[in-house]
């Protein structure tokens, strides 16, 4: 490193392919580095604003616009899917009154059939029972005459064997009188 | 870049800054047109956006491939960076600030293949493109805003007898600006770069040969987020000027 300054060499800067000091501050190179660096960041930037930022801008702007779209859209279906539901529900609402109402219905219809079974069933029930009562009121008269007759030739026939003469007369007062206050 | 010669190891950290012509040795001479090995690694710099940004986003598609989705993640780092800096009125300027963030950003990642050439290691390239902000940012400053551009100077909201004191640090860091903006990139860069030559210069002496390659490893790994970084602060202090510019009131 300590060789001296070759002469043939152009640029003082090196000597045997070694630099000296900084290369940073070799002057000899200033005014290319800087022409580069200029021709790169131009180049750089007209790449940027000539193709590479208008379609990155646009494609981030169709990506938002397609992304709010699509959550307007799933907002709409929701919404959708919310009325639906609402509907269903009244559909269900509305077959649950009406099977109510047929079923009351119904149960209406049966208890009038039921009424009027019932009622006929009373009227039969109680004209049997008026006719049996008159029978039983016929077969009560009918017993209470026999029980006479028996009464009076029972009471001829103890008369007679106790050796008496039976008055038909009075036994039949007798006995209508017992029988009466029986 | 080490070599063991007779009396011993001799580095040669600072060679990988060496620019020389493309088809010749170190020390050919450079003129302004030459193609160099500058050349080359910026015209790589300038095919990795082309081929991120051009190819990469060439299906256009709603649902991004992998490639347009990287793109589209820069793209959206550096715009949200400027409206969240610089404000929404900014956004007219993001292509200059992109163009400037990817400039560095693939220039500083392509620095660390190795055998490479950095670009942004050299003052001559940081120094422009700090200038460059300092002055765009200043013409835009008056022209925004005419002599009330000046009012970036004058603390409104501290005690008046403080302000012309204020007035002089502002003006100073003012002027700075554009010094710590080009020589923080390339300080870091030529730092992070010498410093891997030195520790490759280690590895070739068998002793400690196993911790310098550690070492390489290390320093690369702290290289490559350097490289991201320094991108993202030049980007971020060149939205924080141009904001001073829009907007130069306290």
Redesign the interface.
């Known amino acids: ?1 300590a060789d001296p300054v ?1 002469p043939s ?3 003082a ?7 000296i ?6 002057a ?14 131009v ?3 007209f ?3 000539r ?3 208008p ?6 702007a ?2 938002s616009g ?1 992304i709010s779209n699509d959550l307007a859209a799933a907002e709409d279906l929701k919404r959708q899917a919310v009325d639906a539901e609402a509907a269903y529900e009244k559909a269900l609402a509305d077959a649950r009154a009406e099977a109510q109402r047929i079923s009351a219905e119904a149960r209406a219809a049966i208890q009038a059939d039921l009424n009027a079974a019932i009622a006929k069933a009373d009227a039969q029930i109680a004209e049997k029972t008026a006719e049996s009562e008159a029978q039983i009121a016929e077969i009560r008269a009918g017993a209470s005459a026999s029980v006479a007759e028996v009464a009076r030739d029972v009471a001829g026939e103890i008369v007679r064997a106790l050796g008496g003469k039976p008055d038909q007369g009075a036994i039949d007062a007798a006995v209508d009188t017992r029988v009466k206050g029986s | 870049m080490a070599e063991s010669a007779e009396g011993g190891l001799v580095f040669h950290p600072m060679d990988q800054f060496i620019v020389k012509p493309l088809f010749g040795e170190a020390g050919d001479p450079v003129g302004m047109l030459t193609l160099t090995n500058h050349t080359f690694w910026l015209a790589l710099a300038v095919l990795s956006v082309v081929l991120l940004f051009v190819v990469g986003t060439r299906g256009r598609a709603i649902v991004p491939s992998r490639t347009q989705s990287v793109a589209e993640l820069f793209y959206g780092f550096v715009y949200k960076m400027v409206e969240d800096v610089t404000g929404k009125d900014a956004i007219r300027y993001f292509p200059y600030i992109f163009t400037l963030f990817l400039f560095i950003f693939f220039a500083n990642f392509l620095a660390l293949i190795p055998m490479s050439y950095s670009p942004t290691s050299m003052i001559a390239v940081t120094a422009v493109l700090g200038f460059g902000v300092f002055f765009a940012v200043t013409i835009l400053g008056f022209v925004k805003n005419g002599a009330s551009f000046l009012g970036l100077f004058w603390v409104s909201s501290a005690p008046l007898a403080l302000r012309p004191i204020l007035a002089v640090i502002e003006v100073i860091s003012y002027f700075v600006r554009p010094v710590s903006h080009s020589i923080r990139l390339a300080g870091n860069i030529m730092a992070g770069h010498a410093v891997l030559k030195v520790f490759a210069g280690f590895a070739a002496i068998g002793a400690v040969a196993p911790l310098a390659i550690f070492g390489i490893v290390g320093i690369f790994a702290l290289e490559v987020l350097v490289a991201a970084i320094q991108a993202y602060v030049f980007t971020i202090l060149t939205c924080v000027y141009l904001k001073d510019a829009l907007h130069p009131h306290h």
């Not at chain 1, 000091?21 to 070799?26: E, H, T």
């Not at chain 1, 379609?55 to 981030?60: E, F």
């Open positions: 490193m070759d060499s152009a640029s800067c090196v000597v045997d392919g070694s630099a000091g900084m290369p940073q501050l070799c000899d190179w200033y005014l290319n580095q800087i022409f580069w660096l200029l021709v790169a960041l180049a750089i930037y790449v940027l604003t193709i590479a930022l379609r990155v801008g646009a494609v981030l169709e990506r397609t």
